[in-house]
């Protein structure tokens, strides 16, 4: 049996579904060359970036509690040249970096601000189309039981038409429309929903990746409480918008983070 055959067989409910299933398919395509492109050895990424902590003497330079001089600035700029040598320049844990380090001597309020902007705008390029694959999910199946509906509606009219006499050849029809239509419905939805969790999971992973750069960057750049800078990372991914929250209070994040 051809497609065209199964389509025709579906009735008119099966255009919608198979438009939901090309729609899927390319939101699906296009977020994963993104997260290919954008993703990096998060190991790697840590080991490079404690190794130039450790060899710049980074505890050395405290910008919480004095001006930044030559020497902070040298660092800084060495820093930042040391992340863009590498190929990971649309990396959001290099974005972290850069922006943690642009603002480093601003003042803990506008780094702070300058993380948390940078934290959304990463969120919300990572969970572009989203929304669209979850109505595709939700969708689809209700397509596939508009048609079953429509496919027993058409039966049971060629019962009516017949004046109750039940020929199963008539009745063919209908039931061919109301089980393809559920079936193709279904097959739309379940690889949508297993890929938009999929993707929920690599979008979770990243921001708590980007919150645990942050927690780093504090510990080497301010020694005052360091075990509760660790203890950011033991946080429930529930959670993974506690440094870039929009309805976070700045007082509070700072509180935590810095004592």
Known sequence: ????????????????????????????????IYFF????????????????????RISEVNLEHRETGDAERSFLRRLAEGF??????????????RVYVDNA?????????????????????????????????????LLGLLGTVTGIIASFNVIAQMGGQVDVAALAGGIWEAMLTTAAGL???????????YFEKIVAARVNRMSYTVTYMNEFFFNGCPEKIRACERTESGKKRELFSHEA???EIVKDEVC
């Not at 492109?37 to 710049?56: A, C, H, P, W």
């Not at 863009?84 to 970096?97: A, D, E, G, I």
Request: glycine share 6%; net charge positive.
């Open 249 to 251: 209070d700045v007082e």
């Open 1 to 32: 049996m051809s497609m065209m055959y199964l389509v025709e067989k579906g009735g008119p409910v099966m255009w919608p579904i198979i438009a939901c299933a090309f729609v899927s398919i390319a939101i699906i395509i296009e977020r994963c």
């Open 105 to 141: 001597a601003a003042g803990t309020r506008s780094r702070e601000e300058a993380l948390r902007r940078t934290g959304s705008e990463e969120i919300e390029k990572m969970e572009k189309y989203f929304q669209g694959l979850s109505a595709i999910s939700h969708v689809s199946p």
């Open 187 to 197: 097959t739309v939805a379940i690889p949508t929903q297993l890929a938009y969790l």
């Open 84 to 97: 863009s040598s590498l190929r990971w320049n649309r990396s959001h844990y290099v974005k972290t970096v």
């Open 37 to 56: 492109s954008t993703g990096v050895n998060y190991e790697k990424f840590k080991r490079i970036l404690m190794d130039n902590l450790q060899r710049l």
